[in-house]
């Protein structure tokens, strides 16, 4: 039994070589599929695309599916959608694209890619700032994937509560108003956990706050910007101060993750 074992493995191990021998990243082809992309956008004044090894890593999962089904699709059955893709790579982003081609070579490939309206769209939006591609030589053919995002800093939770309290005080002192006072209050970001966890806005427990007189929640992909509800609060007197609480979290209907806002007038 241990000698059957043990040529079983043999071959098992000789077959997984033989698939790698035929399918292999080209380092090099990512690389200059890279520069190829930051070529066209400099030669139209857009800036260049920093690359992320999140967004790599995500490229060349998805390039080894295709190899491994022998087609181009943008996802496979049982493989999650592109923008969980990215968030399981821990990559924050708002806007996704992405960009898929089959070719004899990476120069071939991204003419073709250029060629096409839709995915020369993607190479030249000026909302991206980060790229990941793959390269996976299968045969005669190369396998291409181009991962685009726009990446978002990553607060943690007491930063981006920093961040939103700048963003109060810099609209209420550009509109003529005292920078109102910010009270701590902790359990307004275990409140706002909790509307993630119930992909909900609607916080019940949140007006019933000692001394509360309005709410405000919203999700926001940057903290720094103030929905109309916020600016609506901060347009009434403020004089016993407000209170906020934020959670980064994913949910049923924001799957990549958002932040989760709460803010209360006193």
């Avoid at 080209?26 to 992320?52: K, T, Y």
């Avoid at 700032?129 to 793959?134: D, H, I, K, M, Y």
């Avoid at 409140?191 to 929640?217: H, I, P, T, W």
């Amino acid at each position: 039994m241990p000698r059957v074992f043990t040529v079983a493995l043999l071959v098992t191990l000789l077959l997984l070589c033989r698939g790698l021998a035929h399918a292999q990243f080209e380092e090099a082809g990512e690389r200059q599929l890279v520069q190829l992309i930051n070529q066209e956008r400099a030669s139209r004044g857009l800036p260049p695309l920093a690359v992320d090894q999140r967004l790599t890593q995500a490229a060349r999962k998805h390039a080894e599916l295709m190899a491994e089904h022998k087609a181009l699709s943008h996802q496979f059955d049982g493989e999650p959608t592109m923008d969980l893709r990215f968030a399981d790579e821990h990559l924050r982003s708002d806007q996704q694209a992405e960009n898929i081609a089959l070719n004899q070579d990476v120069p071939s490939a991204h003419e073709a890619l250029m060629g096409s309206p839709a995915h020369r769209a993607s190479i030249l939006h000026s909302g991206y700032n980060v790229v990941g591609v793959a390269v996976l030589r299968s045969g005669r053919h190369v396998y291409v994937t181009e991962d685009f995002a726009h990446r978002l800093t990553a607060y943690s939770e007491p930063e981006a509560e920093a961040v939103l309290q700048r963003a109060v005080e810099n609209y209420a002192t550009s509109h003529g108003m005292p920078a109102p006072k910010r009270k701590p209050q902790s359990q307004l970001r275990h409140m706002a956990c909790d509307m993630a966890l119930n992909d909900s806005l609607q916080g019940r427990k949140v007006a019933d706050l000692l001394g509360v007189r309005e709410v405000a929640a919203w999700t926001t992909a940057v903290p720094g910007e103030l929905p109309s509800s916020a600016k609506e609060l901060l347009s009434r007197p403020m004089s016993s101060g407000y209170s906020l609480g934020a959670c980064f979290a994913p949910s049923v209907s924001q799957p990549g993750g958002v932040y989760w806002v709460v803010m209360v007038v006193y």
